[in-house]
């Protein structure tokens, strides 16, 4: 796809998903207060 | 390339536009607090695009796409891991300092590592000069960045357009602190977001299509469009090292970090790694893919690289250049890149100046001075940091470009690890902070330059160490920390809880 080999596709997409759901799961669960 | 009037025209628009941000945050200055962490009356938008501002360099513009065209895609995880940054340093740092803050009055980390550590003067000192010396450095490394474009763009002599540049950036830093620094960010950072989304699918397109620039990279070296290197530089282990340098070492960055202490409300924090994640994370992926676009373009005769040592640099000017023959763009684009750079060089002079002012003026050579004077004061270190990087970067001795190649790797060694080890483990001591702040940074300047100078020591060839340099003097700061803090008396109780340290972000 892209003319991109599978394992960069893969890696590099994995690895974004990874990070946007930790920082949604950040989001969704920090209350923090002041 | 010569500008023409409307460049001319859109360049000193925006000029005046920061000059005018400069001029209208300048009332809201009444005191120090106002003018180093803006009153901490920061909003959510404010905030994010002044974090991405800070983090997003005149190098990240440049020397983005620079690498991309050098290396390929195995530099990919830098798009990853310095949006990210932003999310560590929220995240890690800046929810416990916000909150610490709010009843200890911090104006500058440097005030929660003396607080934490019990260290009025050595580790307040320590860590400011440091913190100075890294900045400085970095500094001339930015005004090196805005001197590449204006001289393209302009044809103007090197003086006269780090003079210009230096003179908008430092009026309406001096005169309206960080006020005028977000502000500015805000305008900065939209420009930058907007005109890479831009432009770049422009280039990309030109150079045959995201599809044909993979497959030509393919035809090149089949290495180019692999996720990682087979070994060396960009091979899976120095990644590893490359992804925590720049996440934690921009994180901490003295220019970075200071930024959440300006916040108004800690909800801030909840949404501001993810926004600032999505929206930093698509311009810098589109940057990238313009150096991608060089290579084709190079490869196919469109253009030739000037034939200098930083060439790869020249890649994303090129390519405007070259895809967009419309000259009113290229006005635009400088304006893209002046953004950039000023978005950091603007927070960078304004950290030293906090650094010299509050941190070693006030707080370590004359605690009874007047508000008004540490003020003066710092408006005044914003005036000299600025010239006196000005005049380095004209004439930038051998040693100072080794420098700014180190810099984030030496913000790293010298900070991530008394600042981590003191937000989350009671057992870090005084000694424990000193030991590792000052052998990280001696250690990450020693194995800079046994790695750029290629050495070979006692069977060890420098050039091919696995990591990048500064994973080892990383290593090496927490060593000292967990040694010297378990052979030394611990901090007391008190301090500990009123720090909030402990193995936990927040307590919910």
Not at chain 2, 66 to 87: A, C, N, R
Not at chain 2, 363 to 376: C, G, S, Y
Request: net charge positive; with cysteine.
């Amino acid at each position: 796809m892209f003319g991109l080999p599978d394992i960069t596709i893969l890696t590099v997409g994995i690895t974004i998903v990874i990070a946007i759901a930790a920082l949604l799961y950040w989001g969704l669960t920090f209350k923090g207060h002041d | 390339m010569a500008a023409d009037l409307t460049t001319i025209g859109v360049v000193s628009l925006y000029f005046l536009g920061m000059l005018a941000i400069g001029a209208w945050t300048s009332k809201k200055i009444k005191n120090t607090e106002d003018y180093l962490v803006a009153g901490r009356s920061l909003g959510f938008w404010v905030f994010v695009l002044l974090m991405i501002g800070t983090v997003c360099s005149g190098m990240s513009l440049l020397g983005v796409s620079g690498l991309g065209y050098k290396v390929g895609w195995p530099t990919i995880w830098e798009q990853i891991f310095v949006p990210l940054s932003i999310g560590f340093c929220v995240i890690f740092f800046g929810v416990k300092l916000h909150n610490v803050a709010k009843t200890s009055g911090y104006m500058t980390v440097q005030d929660y590592l003396a607080h934490r550590y019990e260290s009025p003067v050595a580790l307040r000192s320590l860590a400011a000069v440091a913190g100075i010396i890294v900045s400085l450095i970095y500094l001339v490394g930015q005004y090196t960045a805005i001197a590449i474009v204006l001289m393209w763009l302009f044809e103007i002599p090197l003086w006269l357009a780090l003079l210009i540049a230096t003179l908008v950036t430092m009026v309406y830093t001096a005169i309206g602190g960080l006020y005028a620094v977000a502000w500015a960010s805000l305008i900065q950072s939209f420009i930058l977001i907007i005109g890479v989304i831009v432009m770049a699918p422009i280039i990309i397109f030109y150079a045959g299509g995201f599809t044909h620039v993979n497959e030509v990279m393919t035809s090149i070296n089949p290495n180019l469009v692999m996720p990682w290197m087979p070994s060396g530089a960009f091979a899976v282990p120095y990644i590893f090292s490359f992804a925590i340098l720049l996440m934690i070492g921009l994180a901490c960055a003295p220019h970075v970090i200071n930024n959440v202490l300006s916040i108004k409300d800690v909800k801030f924090f909840k949404w501001a790694p993810l926004a600032a994640f999505l929206i930093y994370g698509a311009a810098m992926f589109l940057l990238k893919f313009t150096g991608f676009a060089g290579i084709t373009m190079v490869k196919e005769g469109i253009f030739k690289l000037p034939a200098v040592t930083n060439a790869q640099d020249y890649v994303i000017l090129y390519g405007i250049q070259y895809s967009i023959p419309t000259i009113a763009f290229w006005g635009i684009f400088a304006v893209i890149v002046l953004a950039a750079v000023m978005s950091t060089t603007d927070r960078l002079m304004l950290t030293i100046g906090a650094m010299v002012s509050w941190d070693l003026y006030k707080k370590v050579l004359k605690p009874d001075a007047p508000d008004k004077t540490v003020l003066l004061l710092s408006k005044i270190v914003v005036v000299l940091s600025a010239f006196g990087t000005m005049i380095l970067a004209i004439n930038p001795p051998e040693m100072l470009a080794i420098l700014i190649w180190m810099g984030i790797g030496v913000m790293l060694s010298t900070f991530a690890v008394p600042l981590l080890a003191g937000l989350y483990w009671r057992g870090a001591t005084r000694q424990g902070a000193l030991a590792a702040m000052s052998l990280g940074l001696a250690s990450s300047l020693v194995f800079g330059f046994l790695n750029y100078f290629k050495v070979v020591f006692a069977g060890v060839d420098f050039a091919k160490i696995p990591l990048h340099f500064s994973f080892y003097a990383f290593v090496i700061a927490i060593i000292a920390m967990s040694v010297v803090s378990m052979a030394t008396r611990k901090t007391a109780e008190k301090v500990l809880d009123e720090t909030q340290t402990g193995w936990y972000i927040s307590k919910q």
